[in-house]
Each structure stands twice: as structure tokens, then as C-alpha cells.
């Protein structure tokens, strides 16, 4: 799983972004300033930064320059000024791509899988398969299958199912299923998640067991 770190001083725009890249299959991390962004690129691997250019403390600029200075991770700037200067700026500081604010997310995702691949070796660019003992899952073809045999689920089945393999290990609210899954504008309740995650393990048959319910909490996925 690709890891992204998002760094912007604007909370609903990470929180977009991070829909957007979860839903793709990323796995993203957030920060709110600069500082905070360094110390995160030092302790941990990235695949991809997205920073913006306009925050308190620290702007995008400066932190990109200490970023570089230890790592050459991939680095997508954000930017509310489509300011010639700015681009070049940004380009001379060893960014990769500029994106101006207001963006569509998916074009931003767009942008994020084009630098991934442009970095990836020819010989290492697989398919997105992952297998679990005799549990296999298929996120490009959008197919499981369980000991050898194709399991059939409903389209809300596969977005639950894989959207709890991409953040196995984590424990996942009710609130935070149902608002990635379903949208913030769902109005329905917490019986419509309990039937899905019902109907999602008599799919997996043995495999079942690696949907741990958390009382009180929501579900998590341990394999």
C-alpha cells in the first residue's frame, strides 16, 4: 500500500484528500504545518508528499527545502497563487508537480498514481493483489476469492471489504466506515453497517475471523 502524507493548515481540505486517497487505495497520513510535516518525513517512508504552499509557522517553500535536504521522496504542491514565480519556484526547490487551488480530487489522484508509476521501475509495476492464507483480493479486478472459489458480493460488500484491508490493523469507527463508505450525507443508522459486516463475513466463510468486532468502537481488520 502506497503511503501519502498530506500536509495542509485547512482541515477539510486533508480530509477530502484523504477520502479520495483511501477510496483509491492509499494509505494517508496527516499533517497541519510544515514543522510537524518535517519531523513526520524524517521518522517515516513516503511515498508522495502533497503540501501546501500557504501555512502558519512555515510555509510549503520552506518546508519542501528541509524535506530535501534528508530525503527525495515525490512532492505535489498546492496552491491557492498561480503565480509564474511560484511554479518555478517550487520546481527549483525539486518539486514535482503544482497544483492550483480549488482542485478536483480526483485529478489530484490522478496526478499522485502518474508520479508513482513515472518512479517505479518497469519490473515492479504489479498488479494490486494481496493474499491471506486462502483469502485472495483482487483490487484492480475487484474480485475475492476464498480457498480457490470467486466469492460474489453486492458493490457495498467490495467498498466495506477492501476500504478494512487497506487500514487492516487500525481499529475503524462506526462513524468513520459509514462516512467513507456510504458518504457524510448518509442518513441511514448503525444497523445498516452491522447487516453489511453481517453478510460480509458469511461471503468470507472461514475467513471471517479476521473482521474483529470492537464493543463500543466499530470493527477492525486483523490478518
Known amino acids: 500500500m502506497y503511503r501519502i502524507l498530506m500536509v495542509d493548515d485547512e482541515e477539510k481540505i486533508r480530509l477530502l484528500v484523504k477520502k479520495y486517497a483511501e477510496y483509491e487505495g492509499y494509505f494517508l497520513e496527516e499533517a497541519s504545518n510544515g514543522i510537524q510535516a518535517i519531523e513526520m518525513a524524517k521518522e517515516k517512508d513516503y511515498d508522495i508528499i502533497i503540501l501546501d504552499i500557504m501555512m502558519p509557522e512555515l510555509d510549503g517553500f520552506s518546508t ?28 527549483e526547490l525539486g518539486i514535482d508537480d503544482y497544483v492550483i487551488k480549488p482542485f478536483s480530487p480526483k485529478e489530484l489522484m490522478l496526478r499522485v498514481a502518474a508520479i508513482i508509476k513515472r518512479r517505479m521501475p518497469e519490473n515492479s509495476q504489479q498488479h494490486r ?26 458493490p457495498k ?39 453489511h ?4 463475513r458469511k461471503s468470507l466463510g472461514p475467513y471471517s475471523r479476521f473482521i474483529v468486532t470492537l464493543r463500543g468502537v466499530g470493527y477492525r481488520f486483523e490478518a
Open 157 to 195: 460488500e467490495y467498498d466495506l471489504f477492501f476500504y478494512m484491508i487497506q487500514n487492516r490493523g487500525i481499529a475503524l469507527t462506526r462513524d468513520k466506515l459509514i462516512s467513507n463508505i456510504w458518504g457524510y450525507d448518509f442518513f441511514g443508522d448503525d444497523r445498516t453497517l452491522d447487516t
Open 197 to 200: 459486516i453481517k453478510l460480509l
Open 64 to 91: 519542501a527545502k528541509a524535506i530535501r535536504k534528508n530525503i527525495d521522496t515525490p512532492i505535489i504542491m498546492l496552491s491557492a497563487r498561480g503565480e509564474e514565480y511560484d511554479r518555478i519556484h517550487g520546481f
Open 129 to 154: 493483489e494481496i493474499q491471506i492464507d486462502g483469502l485472495m483480493v483482487d483490487f484492480d479486478a475487484r474480485k475475492v476469492c476464498v480457498d480457490g472459489e470467486v466469492v460474489n458480493m453486492t
